[in-house]
């Protein structure tokens, strides 16, 4: 082999230039790293070809050509340099210019090339890496590693765009999927749905393999699935693909990479492996942030139940202290007026009283017994509130007689203490659904109040009117006034502002805890109001208007709580021809309450269990339902369901129903509601009550 064959077959650049430094021959590696061939280049300076332009735009000169300075340097040059392609293109290479001697004179220089490129790449690659490998170690925020990753990757791989999809758990341990994007603004995807589990992308989000295409419109994978059978109207141009599934120890898919580019063949089998070298590492980094996160989201709930349990014990601690006050309160106020009235009867009892002492004794011994007595009776009604039996005698009527009633109840009380009791009643206001001897504990339980905590010379007024479709009872006093600080427990029970031992008012407590929930009993609020001590107070109580229907007069009041007989007038709840559906287990009941709906000319038809109540709706489509909550198979709560799910499938209104039941609990009468019945009457059922809540239901539905 000739040294013009060693030459031709040599993989290096080589270029040979004549002592005027005109090149005068180039192998084909050199001709393969500039573009250009030896005829193009061959008697003209090598300079001019490859050499003519610097990296940023200006011209080398000609007598600043390294390659050109060996020969008349009689010695050997090294170095790098950038070169120009034959396209315009910069590229760096190293070279090494060794001059051709002969008879010791220089004649020419032979120029050795190599494509700098390769290497760079590497150096670049390796710096990335490092680079990765430090943000892995040291950062603990999954957006920002998985940011990073994605950048990285693709620079590297020359993608137009890349974008990394992943999964994460948030606090209550929901998965959900985030994104983040390489190369383009993030709302170039922002309109995109996420990738879904097709024939293209499930491989990837299965763990099945990396997918790497020169053109990815001709995989036969690509465009078989709805909707957009392709990439979606407005997408990026993707031509060149590659996706790299991102994977834990474990075999766990927590994301993966995607890469594209509009001109194919872009991604090389080394682009491959570097991904998926990134992507190992991007499960490291992203496993170690999810741990980290995981352990301040325990960290957190750890504090949480910390705090909750010091706050329950503190709260126990502020039960057990107020049960401590509230027995010491209790027995300070049954044992007082106790003395006045085993003192004063044994003074009676000694038969030596003068007759003006023995009415001073008995009005004494009356009174304390009345202090006594209401003191029993709010702890009873508190005990009924808490257990739920405390029962309400429906009716529909003018709130006025209930509230004046229960202010001339209080105004001795008031001119004993000289308080200017000023009442402002507008008779119209109302009708309302709910029970009137209730209503008037409510209004004297407010008005009490104000005139206990007025001083002597003050003003207490007291308002009732109607406001929207509510009736308002405002009390107001110019009197003690309440902190801000015990404005939230102003309603509480046992509690009281002042409730050491020398406190200048009485009482347990009670009054303003009994007051709202028997407003929250006849679906009212009731709210407080106060400048501060000294600055009086104000109770406003919101109780919801009930409809009438056009023409109708309300019922007469009912007699005392527990007379169950039947009204002497059924005519007067309007029930004549209403076609009623009783369902009731005990044949007894249901008979009496048969006659009770009957006697007011109402059309009753009974059943004795749910399922056959529901073959009677389907026949009769009943004006009203009445039926038990307790019975045997389906229940009440599941029958009234039943028969919604029927209505709602017809399009047919809802049919008014009211529950019976003995269970008297609040929890049960708020079940009946939300389960679908409109109205609640607990057991034994008075008929009265009965034939009020149907009037008032077929009130409603007229109006």
Wanted: glycine letters at 8%; hydrophobic letters at 40%; proline letters at 6%.
């Amino acid at each position: 082999m000739d040294l013009q064959d060693l030459c031709t077959n040599a993989t290096a650049p080589l270029f040979i230039m004549d002592d005027r430094q005109h090149c005068v021959y180039m192998n084909p590696a050199a001709e393969r790293l500039t573009g250009y061939t030896l005829a193009q280049v061959q008697g003209a300076p090598l300079h001019d070809f490859v050499h003519h332009t610097r990296p940023d735009g200006s011209h080398y000169p000609l007598e600043e050509c390294p390659i050109d300075r060996a020969a008349p340097a009689n010695m050997q040059e090294r170095g790098e340099e950038v070169f120009v392609h034959k396209d315009g293109t910069l590229y760096p290479v190293t070279f090494t210019a060794s001059p051709i001697r002969r008879n010791d004179r220089v004649v020419g220089t032979v120029i050795e090339v190599m494509d700098a490129r390769p290497q760079r790449e590497q150096d670049s690659i390796r710096e990335a890496m490092h680079e990765i490998g430090l943000l892995i170690l040291q950062e603990l925020d999954h957006e920002k590693i998985v940011q990073g990753v994605t950048d990285t990757a693709t620079r590297l791989t020359g993608a137009q765009f890349g974008a990394f999809f992943y999964n994460v758990r948030n606090e209550a341990g929901e998965s959900y999927t985030l994104y983040t994007i390489a190369g383009v603004p993030k709302e170039a995807f922002s309109q995109f749905p996420l990738p879904r589990n097709t024939r293209l992308f499930g491989p990837t989000f299965d763990g099945a393999g990396t997918i790497r295409s020169d053109d990815i419109r001709r995989d036969p994978r690509y465009g078989h699935s709805a909707p957009y059978h392709g990439m979606p109207s407005g997408h990026l141009p993707v031509c060149s693909y590659l996706a790299v599934p991102v994977r834990l120890g474990n075999g766990e898919v927590i994301g993966g990479l995607f890469f594209g580019h509009e001109k194919p063949g872009v991604f090389r089998e080394e682009h491959e492996t570097l991904v998926e070298t990134l992507a190992a590492q991007a499960a490291i980094g992203m496993n170690k942030a999810t741990l980290y996160r995981e352990a301040l989201y325990a960290q957190r709930r750890a504090e949480q139940d910390a705090v909750e349990k010091q706050r329950l014990y503190e709260e126990a601690a502020q039960a057990n202290e107020a049960k401590d006050q509230f027995l010491a309160t209790v027995s300070h106020e049954l044992r007082t007026p106790l003395t006045s009235i085993l003192g004063w009867a044994q003074m009676l009892t000694s038969g030596k009283l003068k007759p003006p002492m023995v009415e001073r004794a008995v009005a004494t011994i009356e009174r304390n017994a009345r202090a006594q007595a209401q003191i029993v009776e709010d702890l009873l009604d508190i005990s009924r509130i808490v257990s739920g039996k405390l029962r309400l005698n429906v009716q529909l009527f003018s709130p006025h007689v209930a509230v004046e009633g229960a202010v001339e109840a209080m105004r001795p009380a008031a001119l004993a203490k000289s308080v200017d009791l000023q009442v402002v009643v507008d008779p119209r206001a109302g009708p309302i659904s709910g029970d009137p001897e209730r209503l008037q504990q409510i209004v004297w339980n407010l008005v009490a109040n104000a005139v206990k905590f007025t001083p002597k010379g003050g003003r207490v007024h007291l308002a009732l009117q109607r406001h929207h479709s509510n009736v308002q009872i405002v009390v107001t006093d110019n009197g003690a006034g309440i902190p801000p600080d015990y404005l939230p427990r102003v309603f509480d029970s046992f509690t009281q502002v002042d409730s050491s031992s020398s406190r200048k008012h009485g009482g347990l407590g009670l009054g303003l805890a009994i007051v709202k929930k028997l407003v929250e009993l006849h679906g009212g609020t009731v709210s407080a109001h106060s400048d501060g001590i000294g600055k009086g107070a104000s109770f406003t109580v919101n109780l919801p208007v009930a409809p009438l229907a056009y023409g109708a007069t309300l019922p007469p009041q009912r007699e005392a709580a527990g007379h169950y007989s039947l009204p002497q007038d059924t005519e007067q709840f309007g029930l004549s021809g209403l076609v009623v559906l009783l369902v009731e287990d005990d044949e007894d009941a249901r008979g009496m309450l048969s006659s009770v709906l009957g006697s007011a000319h109402a059309v009753v038809e009974t059943a004795g269990n749910a399922e056959d109540a529901l073959l009677l709706w389907d026949g009769i489509r009943p004006d009203m339902i009445v039926s038990d909550i307790g019975m045997p198979g389906m229940d009440g709560y599941a029958f009234i369901a039943e028969i919604r799910q029927r209505e709602a499938r017809l399009g047919l209104a809802p049919t008014p129903a009211v529950a019976l039941t003995a269970y008297a609990r609040v929890q049960d009468r708020m079940r009946a509601l939300t389960s679908g019945f409109q109205m609640h009457v607990a057991k034994p059922v008075e008929p009265a009550e009965l034939l009020t809540v149907l009037s008032t239901l077929k009130a409603w539905r007229i109006g």
